[in-house]
Every structure is written in structure tokens, then in C-alpha cells.
């Protein structure tokens, strides 16, 4: 059914009357009778009782009516929820990241929240390697990533700066030292993440290209639980700087770098060419700003 018929056909049944229903519209009587006749050969009933002079409906008409009636309420919530996300009124961002990547992303989203509150920021633990692929496919707005997904698709702007570091308790004999060898640090019991990434891919190669293979012991789900285990002396841990930020300020944890596999990358937020939704396009405004 055609939804401006539908509006006429409320119109006339509102004012119980073809001509003033045709003033309201500003069309002329003919046009308001023809779009009513339009409608009851789609339907094949009679809308209005023809015998009355005051416009009464048939029982076909009062229930086209009901329906009709929900289709103009629905019609305008529509029209309202995209002028909404025109104005950033509502919307959504949906990014992906690994957990260690939502360390940087963190001020971003506050900077991004200042401006609008009302946009819902939904970040989704996702596995590095998968970060493009979902942005690529359109499943993701953005991703952060550390290396080039090297998608033809994909667009990226760079957000900061990291580079691996050995944290480490400040009572460990590594927290004196600015730097460690990778022989000495092999010989620690390493806590690591239990989800595989490509810097610890990386990492390993580096091990075995020195022979020095990584005494991996423990490993955990989440950088949190590293940390913490890192703080209760149970062992080091090769984490992006990123991560641990607050914690060496506090003096819970030392950072030492190990140069071989120190690892210095640019965090990349990616993202497909073309056009973005609205509250994704403001979301990229402030990471450019």
C-alpha cells in the first residue's frame, strides 16, 4: 500500500469529509476521491459507506484504519530515528580490538564522549589477526591494530605509539637495570598471554632465531591477571608498554627493555573507504583531532 494514500485515506476519515480533507491537504477533491478508490481496489472493499453524507467508514475502513494509523506512527519514529542519527542524537560505534589495544583507545572514547553522550561506544574483544578481516567485511566501524592488515579496503590513521617492554616487581634484579639481553631474560619463568598475537609470534622467532627459547610457564587470559602475577613475584612478562602505564607510574611494576625484542609499532585505527555512518564519521573526527 502507498503510505501518502494511507494519509489521505486518515485524513478523510478524521474529518468525515472529502472536501475538507482535500483543503487540509491542499489537493483537490477529485485527487482525494481517486486516491481513496485506489485504495479500495487494492484491498476490494468499500472504505466508506457511500450513502451517508458525513464520511462514515465500513468495517473494512475502520480496520484499515487501526493498521494505517500504525504505519503513520511508524513512518514518522523512522524519519525521527534517522534525523536522530543525522544529529548524533543516537548511534552506535562498534570497534575491534584486543585487550591489549583498549589501553589506547580509552582516551580517544573519553574525548569522543565529551562531545556525544549519546552515542553508544561498543568495543568488542576481537583476535588481532581478525581485526581487518571485520572491518574489511563491514561487521566493524574500526579496529586497532599494530601492523598493516594489507587490505586494499582498509584505511588507517595512526593514534600513537608503543613498543614491548619486560615488566617486572621492583624488588626483581632486572628493576635496576635500564636494558636486558635476551639470553638473561630467557632464563626467566615468563608469564604470557594465553591468546596467540603476532608480536608474540614475533617474539618466539626472535627466541629461536638466538636460541634462547622463552621459559613460558604460566599462562593467563588476561593482561590483568599477567599484571597482577607479575606484582605477586610470580615471574616477568613481555607486555606492550601501553598496558602497564599506570602501574609503573605508581611504582607497582618496572619496565626494562630487552632490545631484541623491543618491537616499536604504531597503533593504527583502521577503517573501510568510503562513506562511514554518521556517529562513525564523528568518531574519526575526533581521532584525527
Not at 110 to 128: G, N, S
Not at 196 to 217: F, G, K, T, W, Y
Request: hydrophobic share 45%.
Amino acid at each position: 500500500m502507498d503510505l501518502a494514500e494511507l494519509r489521505v485515506f486518515l485524513m478523510v476519515a478524521a474529518e468525515r469529509s472529502f472536501s475538507r480533507a482535500a483543503a487540509k491537504l491542499h489537493r483537490t477533491q477529485p485527487a482525494v476521491s481517486q486516491a481513496i478508490r485506489r485504495l479500495e481496489d487494492e484491498v476490494g472493499e468499500r472504505l466508506f459507506d457511500r450513502s451517508s453524507k458525513d464520511g462514515t467508514l465500513t468495517e473494512a475502513g475502520r480496520v484499515l484504519r487501526d493498521y494505517a494509523e500504525r504505519l503513520q506512527r511508524l513512518s514518522e519514529e523512522a524519519q525521527l530515528s534517522v534525523r536522530e542519527l543525522r544529529d548524533l542524537q543516537r548511534g552506535r560505534v562498534l570497534i575491534g580490538s584486543n585487550e591489549g589495544g583498549v589501553h589506547i583507545l580509552l582516551p580517544l572514547i573519553q574525548k569522543f564522549r565529551e562531545k556525544h553522550t549519546r552515542i553508544l561506544v561498543d568495543v568488542r574483544r576481537v583476535p588481532a589477526r581478525q581485526v581487518g578481516i571485520e572491518v574489511a567485511q563491514g561487521s566493524l566501524d574500526f579496529g586497532i591494530v599494530t601492523f598493516d592488515p594489507g587490505d586494499k579496503r582498509l584505511q588507517s590513521l595512526t593514534i600513537g605509539a608503543d613498543e614491548l617492554v619486560l615488566l617486572v616487581h621492583p624488588a626483581h634484579p632486572f628493576a635496576g637495570r635500564e636494558t636486558v639481553p635476551m639470553a638473561e631474560f630467557a632464563q626467566e619463568v615468563v608469564i604470557a598471554h594465553s591468546d596467540p598475537s603476532p608480536a608474540r609470534d614475533q617474539v618466539l622467532r626472535q627466541a629461536e632465531l638466538r636460541h634462547a627459547p622463552i621459559n613460558i610457564q604460566i599462562a593467563l587470559p588476561s593482561l590483568e591477571g599477567i599484571k597482577r602475577a607479575v606484582e605477586e613475584r610470580m615471574g616477568v612478562a613481555l607486555l606492550p608498554r601501553r598496558c602497564a602505564i599506570n602501574e609503573i607510574a605508581r611504582g607497582q611494576l618496572v619496565a626494562v627493555r630487552v632490545p631484541e625484542v623491543r618491537l616499536p609499532r604504531q597503533v593504527r585505527l583502521v577503517y573501510r573507504k568510503g562513506e562511514l555512518s554518521h556517529a562513525a564519521s564523528a568518531f574519526l573526527q575526533a581521532a584525527r583531532s
